[in-house]
């Protein structure tokens, strides 16, 4: 038994007949996964929380492991299901935190492009005052020939 996250860059050979007999995919957790995993771990079927634990899982990407580990650390129902609404909000906190850096990364990779842009733009008019004063005193030189 092998897990990876990028079966597409296996090579062929493993993933023939007789190497791997079952390919399974492992998605995120569910609320349907949950109350599984609550079952199993807790032998609880329903419960006040867990409405409210659903919601956090629908918004947050937790993978059935997490969720098994954080049920694992206490035996007390209650205790484990706030447990895990903890658990469910640092993660929801973790991943606005991420996103406003990302944007913030955007922002920034965005203002360096407007920059270089600009001073690509500054350059290019530079050049182009260079050349046209190159080409007057050019044009001068050749009026002030004619003249002799």
Do not use: W
Request: hydrophobic letters at 30%; proline letters at 3%; aromatic letters at 4%.
């Amino acid at each position: 038994m092998f897990t990876t996250n990028y079966k597409d860059k296996l090579d062929p050979a493993l993933l023939r007949p007789g190497r791997m007999d079952m390919h399974i995919h492992m998605s995120y957790c569910t609320p349907c996964g949950f109350k599984i995993l609550a079952s199993n771990y807790l032998n609880v079927k329903n419960h006040s929380l867990f409405s409210q634990i659903e919601e956090l899982i629908m918004e947050v990407e937790v993978t059935p492991a997490e969720v098994a580990e954080e049920l694992m650390k206490n035996e007390d129902v209650d205790t484990a299901l706030t447990g895990i609404i903890g658990f469910l909000e640092r993660k929801k906190g973790m991943k606005r935190k991420q996103s406003g850096v990302e944007e913030q990364k955007v922002g920034d990779e965005n203002q360096e492009e407007n920059d270089k842009k600009n001073e690509s733009q500054e350059m290019e008019e530079k050049c182009e005052k260079r050349k046209v004063k190159r080409n007057k005193r050019k044009m001068a030189r050749r009026a002030k020939g004619r003249k002799q």
